[in-house]
């Protein structure tokens, strides 16, 4: 019994499980530049010399099973020189590849010039049918405005008693001839579409709200307000263009200066509006409209001088024909202020059909 207990078993030892130093990734799978996958066909073959660098790398690294890793592994060749680095680094982006999609590059690259071509034969479509009437330059004329400009000329379309002079400025050329109006950046006299369209939008959407805060709103106020507001500036337009052709005015103004001089309404009609919004009493009501008829009013008069009696010594040299107030009969020239007042008047019929809403 003692010789029993002497002889103990000799300690287990478990086997240390060894694992491979490096697993070779598996081949990815072609995706298309959007990220989507492609399972239409196997992935190609790689280049041969591909192929060598894997099975190389495969070979390097790979471990059997069963054995340490410590008998197969090579000491870490020095590192790559920093010049090989930095030319790594900067390896060009890869271009597009048209084939992800199922297109070759001579279907991309028609189809790519067929765009070209639409897109210039619709510019310069637009360009034979609109640009007469409103030319792009003269649309970026118009807009070329800034804040401090914004802000003056509000405050000028308000109160234009406290503001002179009224003549619009010219950009003249070495010989001392006008060329072209400054920009509204530059003049404060010179119209813009910026304020009258801002103004135009606004009026729109505070028609809508106070039809919200009178439980009465629609979709179809937008449409009402809009087509109100249009057709009280084609009207205005059409006014004054053939007053213009009954008198033979033939000055240098375009037909954005005409809509932009009688978009400004839409400021004194907005300030109308506001003043109903504050639940003002009706006779305070009546007399801000009143007031702002007049400073528009006063405003269109002084404004639409300079196009139905225009200074020669501000004529444009590109305009065809030059008109000079030197040369008006006194009665002519009393029915070109004639029908100034007769514009100005007019606004009250505009500006009162604006406020009913």
Request: with cysteine.
């Amino acid at each position: 019994m003692s010789n029993f207990a002497s002889h103990t078993p000799p300690p287990l030892r478990h086997p240390v499980p060894t694992h491979p130093a490096y697993i070779p990734e598996p081949p990815p799978t072609p995706v298309s530049p959007q990220g989507y996958q492609r399972y239409s066909s196997s992935p190609g073959p790689p280049p041969p010399q591909q192929q060598q660098q894997q099975h190389h790398a495969y070979a390097s690294h790979h471990v059997p099973a069963y054995t340490s890793p410590f008998q197969h592994s090579q000491p870490p060749g020095p590192p790559p020189p920093p010049h090989q680095q930095q030319q790594q680094h900067h390896i060009p982006a890869p271009q597009p590849d048209f084939a992800a999609w199922g297109m070759n590059d001579a279907t991309a690259q028609f189809g790519m010039q067929l765009g070209h071509s639409a897109v210039a034969a619709g510019q310069d479509y637009v360009q034979r049918n609109f640009g007469t009437i409103f030319p792009s330059t003269t649309l970026k004329h118009h807009f070329n405005v800034s804040n401090s400009y914004v802000i003056y000329k509000l405050k000028l379309v308000l109160f234009p008693w406290l503001h002179k002079p009224w003549a619009r400025k010219v950009r003249r050329s070495e010989q001392g001839q006008a060329t072209e109006w400054q920009s509204p950046r530059e003049d404060l006299n010179s119209p813009d579409l910026y304020i009258p369209l801002m103004a135009f939008v606004t009026y729109i959407l505070l028609c809508a709200l106070l039809a919200g805060l009178q439980k009465q709103f629609h979709t179809k106020v937008l449409g009402e307000a809009a087509s109100r507001a249009l057709i009280v500036v084609i009207l205005d337009l059409a006014f004054v263009k053939l007053g213009c052709y009954f008198l033979n005015v033939q000055g240098s103004s375009q037909v954005v200066d005409l809509i932009a001089y009688g978009g400004y309404k839409f400021v004194g009609v907005i300030f109308t509006l506001l003043a109903s919004f504050l639940h003002f009493p009706s006779i305070l009501n009546t007399l801000v409209f009143i007031y702002a008829f007049l400073a528009n009013a006063f405003f269109l008069l002084r404004s639409l001088r300079s196009v139905v009696l225009p200074d020669p010594s501000l004529q444009l040299a590109s305009n065809p024909n030059p008109t000079s107030t030197a040369t008006l009969t006194s009665a002519a020239r009393r029915r070109r202020i004639t029908f100034l007042f007769l514009e100005a008047v007019c606004q009250v019929l505009y500006m009162g059909a604006l406020v009913r809403i």
